[in-house]
């Protein structure tokens, strides 16, 4: 048990807890992992962008510890700047700058780059994508699609290793899920996606159940995905709305 806990994962929580006012978010989460993809599914409410703000460092624990890529993240946050990146569901609560280009410099900057370094960083990022035609686009007039394409693109020119997925998919259609997906395939970076969505985790190395704060199971994406997904129409059939001490 000692030896498994001392190995080096990409991701490692030792009996992770959060509380807030007294309130246990989550609770006795243990995970080792160094799969590629890696994905967490649960309910809304089930503590899933908890956890993701913990992975990220932007919480700190209320018990055990947590490490990605060896990394403690609360403690070293500039080291956690250089290796976690994350993506949020709402892009307006990613996004500061008016225009592209100087959005994707932001994050350059804050990982100590010259203004000059960031910005010619941000058009190479641009090219890459072949978006270098948006780079004075005001962002207030793209898509919700293209706004996320650009929080992609700002959170991949900062090359963390760990890239955290909070539900970014959520309430796209299905051809802008699928061109952005695309481009998260394309990159070799780990990937940590959360969704309540089992549908945005098939075929994932492994996937990781979260429900009310606690991991219920873990295992390969079609192990658990279906046993899932079978309870969630179970509970469909349950009244659990009316209950408001949940
Ligand atoms: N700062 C907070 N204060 C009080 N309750 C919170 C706070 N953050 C999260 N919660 C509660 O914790 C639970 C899990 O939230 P969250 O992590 O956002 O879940 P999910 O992303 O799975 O929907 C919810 O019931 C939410 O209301
Ligand atoms: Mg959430």
Known sequence: MQ???????????????????????????????SARRIGVVGRNGSGKSTLARLLAGLLAPSRGTLRVEGIDVQADRKAALATVGILF???????????????????????????SEA????????????????KDAPIQSLSQGQKHLVCMMA???????????????????????????????????RLLHISHDPGDLRG???????????????????????????????????DDLSQLSD
């Open 3 to 33: 030896a498994t806990a001392d190995l080096r994962h990409a991701v490692q929580l030792e009996d992770l807890g959060y509380e807030v006012a007294g309130r246990v978010i989550l609770s006795g989460l243990t995970l080792r992992s």
């Open 89 to 115: 569901q709402n892009p307006e609560h990613q996004i500061i700058f008016p225009r592209v280009q100087e959005e994707i410099a932001f994050g350059l900057r804050q990982q100590g780059r010259s203004k």
């Open 204 to 238: 994932y190395d492994e996937v990781h159940w979260l429900d009310r704060g606690r991991l219920v199971a873990s295992g390969a994406a079609d192990l658990v995905l279906p046993r899932f997904t079978a309870e969630m129409i179970r509970q469909g059939g349950l």
């Open 119 to 134: 910005a010619a960083e941000a058009l190479r990022v641009l090219a890459l994508f072949d978006k270098a035609g948006w």
């Open 155 to 189: 959170v991949l020119a900062m090359r963390p290793q760990l890239l955290i997925l909070d539900e970014p998919f959520a309430g796209l259609d299905i051809p802008t899920k699928m061109q952005l997906g695309r481009h998260l395939d394309r990159c070799a970076i």
